[in-house]
Every structure is written in structure tokens, then in C-alpha cells.
């Protein structure tokens, strides 16, 4: 069965600081992951995925992640945070490794940004 | 192009009654997903449709809660009757199998249960 790990409900750097969002997945199959992100009273919006092909993911926002197999982690990072990152973000690995059908989310980490 | 619309934003009710939400998909998408948000468990899938038939809903917590996709643009999650325990933040999502897409989630009903 899929599941998904976040390492730290929450997570406080500094603006200009290195962001790095922990999750590691299980899967039976080469998994299909996502990172969304949700801001106060919203719902959750995608940052990026991971499908096949490169394992270096770019999202919007200036977020990456990188699909490691042998780690079995996609970790979440952007070089300089900035205060509007602060949010909360989710890591979740598709149920039936098809995109399009039904998430398996992480507990989620809240990031905090101080100035 | 407009979203996932969910109605109502905020839900406060008394123990025992009836609770109904409901969700607008984005046209042309022919999945739809609920999902409950609490502290304690994180984001849980409750149940899903495609082509608006429920495909798995083994994350129903019990018979109090039942779900309907009569038509592709219309859902709703019942709540009958309603307990303290299911006060949460309440989202659907819709997603199309057209190639590869991504879940689009709503805003959120956020029940509250006195």
C-alpha cells in the first residue's frame, strides 16, 4: 500500500534562508508524488509532481524536488525563503500510480518565515 | 474557468442533526474526491466517483456518513445524524483522466458540531 511520511510538522527559517521540506513515500510501484500547498481558509493547490522521467522537478514559486529512488524521498526544497512561503505543505504520493485519480496525503509541515 | 465550488464555507450545527455539503466540479473533470482535514489525522480521502459512480469509499468513517454524485456536476457528502467528532474542514476535489492532471481542490466547508 502507498503512504507518505513528512519529518517535522513544522519547519521556521529565516527570510533568505535555505527551505527544506522532508518526505519520504512507500509504494509496491514506481510511485507517482506531489507537493501541494495550502495557505490559511484555501484549499490545497500543487506545487509540483513527479510523473517519470527527469527526477528534478521544478514547481512554481521557485520550489524543486527531487525524486530519490534509492532514498525512497522527495524532498522539498527553494533556495531563499521569502515571507509569503509560509504556509502549510503536504506531500502525497498517488493511490493507483496514475495521476488524475485519488492522493494518499502526508500529515503536512507548517513553514514559518521570520524576518 | 471557474474552480471546485463548495457550499457552504462554514457549516455550525448542533449534535444530532443533518448536514449536507456540496460540491461543483470543474466542468469536464470525471473524478471527484472528498476529503476530510482535522488536527489529529491529517488530510483523509473519504470517498471518490468517476464518471460518477463511487469507486472506493473504505475512508467513510461509518453508516452516519454517505455520499451522492447524481449528475457530473454535482455531489454532496450527508452527514446524519451529526456528532461533535466530525467537526473538520471538509474539501472536494476533481481531477480529469485526460492525460495527466493534477487534483483541484476547493475552498472548503468547515463544519462545526456543538
Known amino acids: 500500500a502507498q503512504s507518505v511520511t513528512q519529518l517535522g510538522s513544522h519547519v521556521s527559517v529565516s527570510e533568505g534562508a535555505l527551505v527544506l521540506l522532508r518526505c519520504n513515500y512507500s509504494?509496491?510501484?514506481?510511485?507517482?508524488l506531489f507537493w501541494y500547498v495550502q495557505y490559511p481558509n484555501q484549499g490545497l493547490q500543487l506545487l509540483l509532481k513527479?510523473?517519470?522521467?527527469?527526477?528534478l522537478v521544478k514547481g512554481i514559486n521557485g520550489f524543486e524536488a527531487e525524486f530519490k529512488k534509492s532514498e525512497t524521498s522527495f524532498h522539498l526544497t527553494k533556495p531563499s525563503a521569502h515571507m509569503s512561503d509560509a504556509a502549510e505543505y503536504f506531500c502525497?504520493?498517488?493511490?493507483?500510480?496514475?495521476?488524475?485519480?485519488?492522493?494518499?496525503f502526508g500529515k503536512g509541515t507548517t513553514l514559518s518565515v521570520s524576518s | 474557468d471557474a474552480g471546485v465550488i463548495q457550499s457552504p464555507r462554514h457549516e455550525v450545527t448542533e449534535m444530532g442533526q443533518e448536514v449536507t455539503l456540496r460540491c461543483k466540479p470543474i466542468?469536464?473533470?470525471?473524478?471527484l474526491f472528498w476529503y476530510r482535514q482535522t488536527m489529529m489525522r491529517g488530510l483523509e480521502l473519504l470517498i471518490y466517483?468517476?464518471?460518477?459512480?463511487?469507486?472506493?469509499d473504505s475512508g467513510m468513517p461509518e453508516d452516519r456518513f454517505s455520499a451522492k454524485m447524481p449528475n457530473a456536476s454535482f455531489s454532496t457528502l450527508k452527514i446524519q445524524p451529526s456528532e461533535p467528532r466530525d467537526s473538520a474542514v471538509y474539501f472536494c476535489?476533481?481531477?480529469?483522466?485526460?492525460?495527466?492532471?493534477?487534483?483541484?481542490f476547493g475552498n472548503g466547508t468547515r463544519l462545526t458540531v456543538t
Open positions: 466517483f468517476n464518471n460518477n459512480v463511487p469507486i472506493d
Open positions: 502525497a504520493v498517488s493511490l493507483f500510480n496514475q495521476a488524475g485519480t485519488a492522493l494518499i
Open positions: 513527479y510523473t517519470t522521467g527527469a527526477t
Open positions: 509504494s509496491s510501484v514506481p510511485p507517482y
Open positions: 476535489a476533481s481531477s480529469s483522466s485526460q492525460g495527466i492532471d493534477t487534483l483541484h
Open positions: 466542468s469536464g473533470h470525471d473524478y
